[in-house]
């Protein structure tokens, strides 16, 4: 995702997606479904289903049937408030990984390991220009490892831009039952680190006479 973020609060963007594998296949076989005409629609869904609750628009598709290349998706986006902006706090324009655990859950051990999917990689990144007079300073980089799954990301601000880089590799299939506990702890950390929201400050203008 690259975008821009106003001094009100809106979000514009443009989005590139890129799939392989067993999401590749899924989103192939959705798509060859439906008409092209209600690809827009689709891809609105799509886009809120990954935490994204603006609106979607200039919707391109690779045709479902070109399977020689990686399946794309690519659209332009709006937002307004954007992420916590009454606030006056931001974040990166990322989707949720999706092994997120959330501190008050009430999850009880699962019966048999806890499948995580396909071996693999999943990459995020993002460009952001913040508004005009404000200011962020970037969390500390988050490195989380563990034998099943290993997440990173590194988040910074340069001249009013601020960029983002996450990844997550799948290393095993499964959680096994006896690593339950580290599992929710790794998923707590990723929450965590997913929904930080960053302090907006407002720069102090200097005058010249």
Do not use: C
């Not at 990686?70 to 990166?92: G, I, M």
């Not at 001249?159 to 290393?171: E, P, Q």
């Amino acid at each position: 995702m690259e975008g821009k973020l106003d001094s009100n609060g809106t979000f514009t963007g443009h989005a590139e997606q890129f799939y392989e594998g067993d999401t590749e296949v899924l989103l192939r076989a959705t798509f060859r479904q439906i008409p092209e005409s209600q690809w827009r629609d689709m891809v609105q869904r799509f886009s809120r289903s990954l935490n994204f609750g603006g609106d979607v628009s200039n919707v391109k598709i690779t045709p479902p049937d070109e399977i020689d290349k990686p399946f794309q998706v690519s659209y332009d986006y709006v937002r307004k408030n954007y992420a916590d902006w009454e606030n006056h706090h931001t974040s990166a324009p990322l989707p949720p990984m999706g092994l997120e655990v959330f501190k008050d859950a009430k999850d009880r051990k699962p019966p048999e390991p806890l499948l995580l999917g396909a071996l693999g990689k999943v990459t995020y990144r993002a460009r952001m220009q913040l508004p005009s007079g404000y200011e962020v300073v970037a969390p500390a980089p988050v490195h989380l490892v563990e034998p099943y799954v290993e997440y990173e990301d590194h988040i910074k601000v340069e001249n009013g831009v601020l960029t983002a880089a996450r990844d997550l590799v799948i290393k095993k299939n499964e959680v096994p039952l006896d690593d339950w506990e580290g599992y929710r702890k790794f998923g707590i950390a990723l929450s965590d680190d997913e929904f930080n929201f960053m302090p907006l400050k407002s720069v102090p203008r200097v005058s010249v006479r």
